[in-house]
Nanobody, 123 residues
Framework: QVQLVESGGGAVQAGGSLRLSCAASRYTDCMGWFRQAPGKAPGKEHEGVAIINSRGISIYADSVKGRFTISKDNAKSSLYLQMNNLKPEDTATYYC????????????????WGQGTQVAVSS
């Protein structure tokens, strides 16, 4: 089992920045961030934001490319998400995720999920 604890969420105005952190109880090769926007329809609940593997190779959703940066400290089993130029459509609960399976931006591949941290962006 891997326990994941997120921190760093909050409320900001559009154009602002936030940095999310995730502390893992054990090292996992592949970690990432998913988000769930308010009122999302069933079956479309979790949107992949970014993932990163043990070699530092990362994949981003098109909607956040150029604005968000994912990073990982393997020694500390910690994961980060630097979010710049935030937009109202980034408003969501952000979940830290981990897997020992294939590292891809698909929610079904991730076995371990944190409790989530809320991000609210006002216009």
């Amino acid at each position: 089992q891997v326990q994941l604890v997120e921190s760093g969420g909050g409320a900001v105005q559009a154009g602002g920045s936030l940095r999310l952190s995730c502390a893992a109880s054990r090292y996992t090769d592949c970690m990432g961030w998913f988000r769930q926007a308010p009122g999302k329809a069933p079956g479309k609940e979790h949107e992949g934001v970014a993932i990163i593997n043990s070699r530092g190779i990362s994949i981003y959703a098109d909607s956040v490319k150029g604005r968000f940066t994912i990073s990982k400290d393997n020694a500390k089993s910690s994961l980060y998400l630097q979010m710049n130029n935030l937009k109202p459509e980034d408003t969501a609960t952000y979940y830290c995720v981990a897997t020992r399976r294939i590292c891809a931006l698909a929610s079904g591949l991730f076995d371990y999920w944190g409790q989530g941290t809320q991000v609210a962006v006002s216009s």
